[in-house]
């Protein structure tokens, strides 16, 4: 009997928190937006885009948390646990559909969150050591085969995006090639560049401009028509792979139950933020294209890409480490 006055207040937080005049005058605090990856990463670069034009809307500060590791799983989790109030948000990526098909996760990407808005999707790019005698795709797949077991590749970790889309490029060419995790991107990029690995899959927004400077050598990106970003490169598809393409999208999410109107608030500054000219052009200097789809529309996605991406790793047989 104790219990019931604690439970009580409880609910009556609840049912305030869900009233039109709650959400009518939310926000009212500041907002979490919890990320994935670590400081410095494509989504972390385009959370704090975000924060900024979210800060300036809604007159609240939007501060971002890095919670990386874990494939993204325990920014995930932390998102799918917390209270469905609009205080806690998560900037995450195309993990949340791969993961379930690699791990025994703490929650359930179609049920435990409420999508708002996807909001930028962009391709990778494969670099290469500046001494690994290669300067192509072709010239690395033959590499690969005459050393099997020889070469190696850094990722953002163990069932990561930077893992999935290696292990697909190694199962469309047959290749032999050995995985080092790291925990990030950012971690990895140093142990390419002094040639500790011999290659990697990376994101174009932190690895294309160490290219340009020399510091690596880019061969391909990874989507299936070429980038705005990077011209100069062929895709992997047209150095003869085809039907090959990968994509990373991410986007923004909130814990389930989170009242309609926020949630079409928040979309609402999703859109408008991504309308601006200058986060528009940020996005592009990133190789990134903006999406801003409905909130329903996303849920659509992530409910889609669950099986997709579940029949791609059984028939690739990737792992985690």
């Not at 006055?5 to 939310?26: D, E, H, K, T």
């Not at 409420?114 to 690994?132: R, T, W």
């Not at 790291?182 to 294309?208: C, E």
């Amino acid at each position: 009997m104790k219990r019931i006055p604690g439970l009580v207040s409880g609910l009556l937080a609840l049912l305030i928190a869900g009233s039109p005049a709650a959400q009518s005058n939310y926000p009212e605090k500041a907002i979490h937006l919890v990320v994935g990856f670590p400081p410095g990463s494509a989504p972390d670069i385009i959370a704090r885009l975000l924060s900024e034009k979210f800060s300036a809307a809604l007159a609240k500060p939007v501060v971002v948390e890095n919670l990386p590791g874990a494939a993204a799983n325990i920014a995930a989790e932390r998102l799918a646990k917390a209270a469905p109030d609009g205080y806690t948000l998560g900037l995450l990526g195309q993990s949340i559909v791969v993961n379930p098909s690699l791990y025994k996760l703490a929650y359930d990407p179609a049920k435990d969150f409420a999508p708002v808005s996807q909001v930028a999707v962009s391709p990778y790019i494969l670099v290469v050591h500046n001494a690994v005698p290669a300067k192509s795709v072709r010239e690395l797949v033959a590499l690969a085969k005459a050393q099997p077991g020889g070469l190696t590749y850094a990722s953002g970790g163990s069932g990561s995006a930077t893992h999935i889309v290696a292990e697909l490029f190694k199962s469309a060419a047959g290749l032999d090639i050995r995985h080092i995790p790291y925990k990030g991107v950012v971690a990895a990029i140093p142990d390419v560049i002094a040639g500790r690995v011999t290659m990697m899959f990376s994101p174009i927004v932190g690895t294309l401009p160490l290219a340009r400077d020399g510091k690596l050598r880019a061969l391909a990106v990874t989507s299936s028509k070429p980038s705005s970003a990077a011209p100069e490169l062929p895709t992997i598809a047209a150095a003869g792979y085809p039907g090959f393409g990968f994509t990373i999208w991410y986007g923004l999410l909130a814990p389930a139950g989170t009242p309609a109107g926020i949630v079409r608030k928040l979309h609402l500054e999703t859109v408008k933020a991504l309308a601006l000219p200058d986060l528009r052009a940020k996005l592009a200097d990133l190789g990134m294209e903006e999406i801003g789809n409905s909130p329903d529309e996303f849920a659509a996605a992530i409910k889609a890409e669950i099986p997709k991406w579940a029949k791609a790793i059984r028939e690739s047989g990737i792992k985690p480490d």
